[in-house]
């Protein structure tokens, strides 16, 4: 055995492609790997053929001996190799440990090429599994699974960093994923590199992180873990809170604290399991594969307030639409015009936060409705002749401003969502990949599921909790007809009520319009149905002409102003179609297209 | 002269170890391995693979000796000889390796002992023209500086 550095070099040794200001033309040189082995003869052979790619090898020939390692050398390696069958330690347990504590890509390797130890190792969250021997031409690319990794990483914060989704940094990081999209394995070198410059930030701030939250450090050893999973698996996933896992575990000297962070690591680490797929197929995004939050990193929300509503109706409208899954360019804008402002917004949490607060929360609508080319088509149009008249969104039919289109409207039934009425205090929360309209509170909700045929990929179908997921405009898709089924009618409407609601809308807004969205470009129209019975009345009189308008403030980029929404929805379709006015203020983006609405996490 | 003679043998040698289906592709990658750095890794690696595996048949051989009993451990430590036996690239002794493990999942005590015998034997004659192979490969290497493999 050759333990090779000491620990003290670990840290020390901090490889070529992370320092030089974060670029390094070496990279991959310089990768950090641990080859955990009890074979000499296949460490040996590891060892040389890593090397030959320049990677700084460690080698270690017992599984617990190399958890040690890592665990003393915090951010001390890149990636693990590790093989299955050791005599100490399951080569699994390592993986899953590793995952646990310090979350580096696992790459398992053995001789047994059957499926299911190649689907344990998937599962217990490997990012690779090679078949011995191995070859050098494996090792040569092993490096992509650390991009991706820190990929990941990012996409993570930024669902934790919702608050700042507009700034700068974010719009880069973004675009950076799509570079690093999962479907292009070689990867690029440059934007590796640029990525490696985010790397170290991110690892700075993990520092600065792991530091604030230094405490009496247990040491998860795998008994203790085993006696974790098991209290865990006792109490149901669900329903484990760390004072009852401390109890059923039942150790002297292990507290909450350090049982309520194993469990939190612990629920990463099955959601990362749960999203844990190789291949993310389907869209060939980069948004996609945590999971089931898929591209909820990408979302930007419109977060706008009814102007009408302002002191006279109880609630504030708020509307934010999450975007998903859209092209890069364009989410990098939305990015940057549309953002919370609410730092505490929380995608990953938004869920359990809304369940927890007891609020009523009326939750987004989807009527289903049908689209054909044709109709596409008379949308487009009508939207071009609105964006004439400069009338940015139309709302409904009974549109003063003449808007010609109008009737042209008839019969189109785009995608309509019905908002949500959220209590202002829920709006953070709320405003997870979804967007919403303020809505009579009561109001009871239509929940529907988008149910579009094609596009919907195997990771939205995954995340939990989705309640609608339209993936409705891809610009493939335009002129195919979307099926919207919707899977559960409130008692207050059935459809057809819905359609005849005759209070007026109060939409705060909502209204998600892409910048340089041109009207060649529209991929899709949207149509929103807001339905407020009684809202209608209070709106104030500045509203006299039934219109609303939208405040746009939080949206100063953005290429459209106000957005008209008739009140009188006295049609069948009562619809919005979202319409940019104003194309080309943002650069236009030619594969502008709105992919998916995740509504997940939108839960009575 | 002395030195294409030493060639023509040891490409010869070579040759015979994959013709006859002893080594297999894997031991191409070693020879890759093989550079100024290392300049004997192959000898190395095969070195270490015969002082390593020979707890591997002395485990096995121990448990069979107790008769038909532990099949599992039996399949288990056999797969740990095959996974490295196949990391070198020898291939008659991991096709004979399988063929153990075939028998243990058959439970098949009387296949078990047929397989080890085989695996022992083809492992024993690996090492023997491995052996004869890279001395006449070292005496050549010496001679003309760096070399990776020899043409055949």
Redesign the interface.
């Known amino acids: 055995m050759n333990l090779g550095a000491k620990p003290m070099s670990f840290s020390s040794s901090s490889s070529p492609w992370k320092s030089n200001n974060g670029v390094s033309d070496q990279f991959p040189a310089g990768l950090r790997v641990l080859v955990v082995d009890?074979?000499?003869?296949?460490l040996?052979?590891l060892e040389?053929?890593l090397r030959?790619c320049l990677y700084e090898v460690t080698k270690c020939n017992r599984a617990e001996i190399a958890l040690q390692f890592l665990r003393d050398n915090k951010n001390g390696f890149d990636i693990v190799i590790s093989?299955v069958?050791m005599p100490d330690m399951d080569g699994f347990k390592l993986l899953e440990h590793v995952g646990l504590e310090m979350d580096l890509p696992v790459i398992m390797m053995?001789?047994?090429d059957s499926k299911n130890v190649v689907m344990k190792g998937v599962t217990h969250g490997a990012c690779d599994y090679l078949i011995?021997?191995?070859?050098?031409e494996a090792l040569k690319n092993i490096w992509q699974h650390v991009v991706r990794k820190k990929k990941n990483e990012w996409r993570d914060k930024d669902l934790d960093l919702s608050g700042s989704a507009g700034d700068g940094a974010m719009q880069q990081k973004s675009s950076d994923d799509v570079e690093y999209s999962p479907s292009t394995n070689e990867g690029n070198w440059k934007s590796a590199k640029k990525r490696k410059e985010k790397e170290e930030e991110d690892e700075g701030e993990d520092r600065d992180e792991a530091s604030t939250l230094k405490k009496p450090r247990v040491v998860w050893s795998v008994e203790l873990h085993q006696q974790f999973v098991t209290a865990v698996n006792q109490l149901g996933i669900d329903k484990a809170v760390p004072k009852k896992i401390l109890e059923l575990m039942n150790v002297p000297g292990l507290t909450r604290e350090n049982v309520a962070s194993h469990l939190q690591k612990y629920r990463l680490y099955l959601r990362r399991l749960s999203g844990a797929s190789p291949h993310n197929n389907g869209l060939g995004n980069a948004f996609l594969g945590d999971a089931g939050f898929g591209s909820i990193s990408s979302l930007s929300g419109l977060d706008f307030q009814a102007l009408a509503a302002s002191g006279q109706l109880p609630q504030h409208g708020l509307v934010s639409l999450g975007r998903v899954a859209a092209k890069p360019a364009i989410s990098v804008d939305q990015r940057n015009i549309f953002s919370f402002e609410n730092p505490k917004l929380r995608f990953l949490e938004g869920q359990q936060q809304q369940i927890n607060n007891g609020k009523p929360v009326n939750l987004l609508h989807g009527i289903p409705t049908n689209m054909d080319s044709k109709q596409l088509a008379t949308l487009h149009q009508s939207a071009q002749a609105r964006q004439n008249k400069s009338t940015p969104v139309v709302m409904s039919q009974a549109i003063p401003s003449g808007v010609a289109a109008r009737s042209k409207m008839d019969g189109v039934h785009g995608p309509a969502y019905t908002s949500v009425d959220f209590p202002r205090t829920q709006r953070a929360e709320s405003a997870a990949n979804s967007f919403s309209l303020v809505s009579d509170s009561g109001i009871s909700c239509l929940t529907s599921k988008g149910m579009a045929q094609n596009e919907v990929n195997s990771e939205t179908k995954r995340s939990r909790n989705v309640y609608l997921n339209h993936d409705i405009f891809h610009e493939q898709n335009i002129g195919r007809n979307q099926e919207w089924g919707v899977q559960n009618v409130g008692p207050a409407f059935d459809s057809a009520q819905l359609l005849h609601l005759p209070g007026a809308l109060d939409v705060s807004s909502a209204v998600l319009i892409p910048p340089g969205f041109s009207s060649n470009q529209i991929n899709k129209a949207t149509a929103l149905v807001g339905s407020t019975p009684g809202i209608g009345q209070q709106i104030n009189s500045s509203l006299a002409n039934n219109s609303l308008v939208i405040k746009a403030d939080k949206l100063p980029e953005m290429g459209f102003q106000n957005v008209l929404f008739n009140e009188q929805l006295g049609q069948q379709d009562l619809m919005t179609l979202y319409k940019p006015q104003q194309a080309g203020i943002e650069p236009v983006e030619n594969e502008f297209g709105f992919d998916e609405y995740h509504l997940d996490n939108l839960i009575v | 002269m002395e030195r294409n003679q030493l060639r023509r043998q040891a490409a010869y040698m070579r040759k015979a170890l994959f013709d006859q289906g002893d080594l297999d592709d894997?031991f191409i990658?070693?020879e890759?391995?093989q550079?100024e750095a290392?300049p004997t890794?192959v000898e190395?690696?095969v070195n270490?693979?015969y002082s390593?595996?020979a707890r591997f048949i002395e485990n096995i051989e121990l448990i069979m000796h107790n008769g038909p009993s532990d099949f599992e451990k039996l399949d288990?430590i056999m797969?740990?000889f095959?996974?490295?036996s196949?990391?070198?690239?020898a291939k008659k002794v991991k096709k004979e390796c399988t063929q153990f493990q075939e028998c243990c999942k058959a439970g098949n005590f009387e296949g078990c002992k047929k397989a080890l015998k085989e695996v022992k034997q083809e492992h024993a004659a690996l090492r023997r023209k491995l052996e004869s192979y890279l001395q006449v490969f070292q005496i050549l290497y010496k001679k003309l500086g760096h070399i990776k493999r020899v043409r055949s």
Request: aromatic share 4%; hydrophobic share 25%; glycine share 4%.
């Open positions: 009890d074979d000499p003869t296949c040996r052979i040389k053929m030959n093989d069958h053995s001789a047994d011995k021997p191995v070859r050098m | 894997q990658q070693l890759d391995l550079d290392n890794f190395e690696v270490l693979f390593d595996s288990n797969h740990q095959k996974g490295s196949s990391s070198i690239g």
